[in-house]
């Protein structure tokens, strides 16, 4: 008798697990299949530095006030003389230094520079996190 009770609380648990996993393998998977799929992350989200342009042109006007600012000097600002003016020569941004305070963004008088929401930063080189490079 105890036999048989115990055989119908096994089977009848087994049968609760199943219900169970089968239910689950009709739902929506909460993953996406990265990376061929991403998820679009919320428009306030800081991933990465990225230059602003206009017409063309980036807005950065070389003043230094991001680099100076940045606490954990996460920004390194190359500049050159073009007709007597200093000027952006190149611009990078170190992700693996940056601890997303914002105050660069906040910063900026010419809103030369924003936040993106590209979130796989991984590169092969360390020159794939310069954000800006004058040809010349
Ligand atoms: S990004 Fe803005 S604050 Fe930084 S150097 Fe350029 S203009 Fe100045
Ligand atoms: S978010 Fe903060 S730490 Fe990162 S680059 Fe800007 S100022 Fe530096």
Redesign the pocket.
Known sequence: MNIIKKTINGLVSLIEGLKVTISNGFQKPFTLMYPKKKEELPKIS?QC?QMNYKEGESKCVACKI?EK???????KIETEKINGKEVLKKYT???E?????????E?CPFDAISWNQNFDMASKTKDQTINYKRNS
């Open positions: 800081r530095l991001c600012s940045c606490p954990q000097h996460a920004i941004f170190y992700p230094k940056c601890m997303y305070c914002g105050i660069c963004t910063k």
